[in-house]
């Protein structure tokens, strides 16, 4: 019988522009405040795994850390790579290999849009000269096809970009602290229709990391969250993803969030409808507006109603993204995953002061990114 | 050049691809026939790209970049396919309008017909 799995220690670096500060150094920011909150030692990890898009190597952080000699494995999977750091953290608990473990992203992007190569996603660098290699596109597209289909308003847009401006103006950890206004929103500069400058999230700086232990060091640490479930999962056939030359196969694309988000629920033994708190990834508000549906929170259609009632805001039935999500915080790709269970951790714990739920017992975290992959996790007190 | 659009089917299930496939995303069966695409098709959904993409790799048309419209196009044997979008009015482009193909190199490209009747071409460089 595998042991179950905890949350102990939960870490950020600050998020947003810090001038002259490496990627590496906000991941060691990040390890050392996750180290502290669980009470726990650089000594004590017995196993850790992480990774940044573009910011370095994890396992380097021993060099500042120190030389324990502890297996460390570099991981690297797009937006999922934090995810997939803590799944394998989650997973070396669980087989009994360690007790505590570390799960650790970061990243530091360069202003501006990312800027990717044909080559790299296989496609001819006719699609980059076309200007087809923009990733803002692949947003624009999923959602308004999903507008048209379930009448989900260009308002709804707004409100959800609004609210994540206010929740982060809530945080003293976010990047962007300033609410915006949904008529502002509305009317600023459109990127890709019907998607606005500030409806996305920016490519942006950050560290997060998470210690995971078995039951019974989570016993001896207390303010221990369970990891009730966990999943990452890839695309299925006919997904639509970004720097897709085509979408094989009819109807209703699949979705590799739904996938991962059902595997998780099942391993938790829970449903959507169980959960107080949740985080969605919110690459622009469009994005959230869907995810809300493929993780089950809702029907297709129905978050026209959800969002203008408030039922997503910090007082609402089902808040999510309470620490301003991607949009306030920015998209530093390896960090954006741990991040979003630090926040569920800090909800949970009853910790999150201004932004605080009240007295959530279930929370939920769903990382996306390309080229498809997704990793959900359930988490309870 | 490139009046028709060259894909894929699988002998094993029948799924379509394009660009043509090595093996096949559904079934996982390595045999495929080449065939040629429908040159008409529906617009599955669109955006517009309202600013100059990155430079490089994008390469602007000789006249400077003008907003251009991109998105999936449905064809009949069952594959939505990634394109350059011509019309007079990106309003045209909306409620699954139905386009031709007008070019498939460098990229897929497909005109309304109002664009394809007067010959206006907006967006990237063909």
């Known amino acids: 019988m595998s042991t179950g799995v905890s949350v102990v220690g939960a870490g950020l670096s600050r998020f947003g522009r810090q001038p002259g ?36 190597l994890a396992d380097t952080l021993v060099a500042d850390l120190g030389l324990t000699g502890i297996p460390f494995t570099n991981v690297k999977n797009g937006c999922a790579t934090g995810g997939s750091a803590l799944m394998s953290a989650v997973n070396a608990i ?29 496609l001819p660098a006719a699609y980059g000269e076309a200007g087809l290699m923009v990733t803002t596109q692949f947003f624009g597209i999923k959602i308004a096809r999903y507008m048209r289909e379930h009448g989900i308003s260009e308002r709804t847009l707004a409100l959800v970009a609004e609210k994540a401006y206010r ?27 019907p ?4 409806m996305f999230c920016s490519p942006g700086e950050g560290g997060a990391a998470i210690v995971v232990t078995s039951d019974a060091v989570a016993a001896r640490l207390g303010r221990a969250v369970r990891l009730l479930g966990a999943a990452v999962r890839t695309r299925r056939f006919g997904s639509f993803e970004v720097f897709s030359p085509s979408i094989q196969g009819t109807g209703v694309p699949s979705s590799v969030s739904a996938d991962a988000a059902a595997a998780a629920f099942a391993a938790a033994g829970v449903g959507p409808a169980d959960v107080d708190v949740a985080q969605l990834q919110d690459t622009e508000s469009g994005a959230e507006v869907m995810h809300l549906a493929e993780c089950g929170f809702c ?28 949009i306030a915080n920015g998209e530093p790709i390896g960090a954006s995953g741990l991040r979003q269970v630090h926040e569920i951790v800090t909800q949970l714990r009853g910790e999150a002061g201004e932004r605080q739920v009240a007295s959530p017992r279930i929370g939920f975290t769903h990382v996306y990114g390309a080229p498809g992959v997704s990793a959900c996790t359930v988490l309870a007190v | 050049m490139g009046r028709s659009l060259t894909g894929s089917r699988c002998l094993h299930c029948a799924t379509v691809a394009f660009p043509p496939a090595r093996g096949c ?27 100059a993409p990155k430079s490089p790799p994008y390469v602007e048309p000789a006249g400077g970049f003008v907003p251009f419209a991109v998105g999936y196009v449905e064809l009949p ?4 396919v990634e394109a350059v ?42």
């Open chain 1, 299 to 326: 029907k297709d259609g129905e978050q026209e109603a959800m969002v203008a009632a408030g039922e997503t805001e910090i007082g609402g039935r089902l808040p999510v993204n309470t620490d301003g999500g991607c």
């Open chain 1, 94 to 122: 669980r087989s009994g290999s360690a007790e505590i473990a570390l799960a650790v992203g970061f990243d530091k992007h360069p202003r501006g849009a990312f800027d990717p190569r044909p080559e790299d996603w296989g």
């Open chain 2, 85 to 126: 979008l011509d019309c007079t009015d990106f309003a045209e482009l909306a409620g699954d309008a139905e386009v031709t193909l007008v070019t498939a190199h460098p990229v897929p490209r497909f005109a309304t017909d109002r664009a394809l009747a007067g010959s206006v071409r907006t967006g990237a460089p063909t």
């Open chain 1, 195 to 198: 998607l606005t400058r500030f």
């Open chain 2, 25 to 51: 995303q559904s079934c996982g069966g390595s045999t495929q026939e080449t065939i040629a695409l429908g040159s008409r098709g529906t617009v599955w959904g669109f955006t517009v790209q309202r600013f």
């Open chain 1, 167 to 193: 929740n982060g103006a809530l945080n003293p950890n976010a990047w962007r602290r300033e609410v915006i206004s949904a008529d502002e929103i509305a009317a600023a500069d459109m990127v890709n229709d």
């Open chain 2, 77 to 80: 044997e069952g594959v939505k």
């Open chain 1, 21 to 56: 500060r490496t990627g590496r150094e906000l991941a060691l920011d990040a390890v050392n405040a996750a180290l502290i909150d669980a009470g726990l030692a650089w000594t004590d990890v017995q196993v850790a795994f992480g990774g940044s898009d573009g910011a370095g």
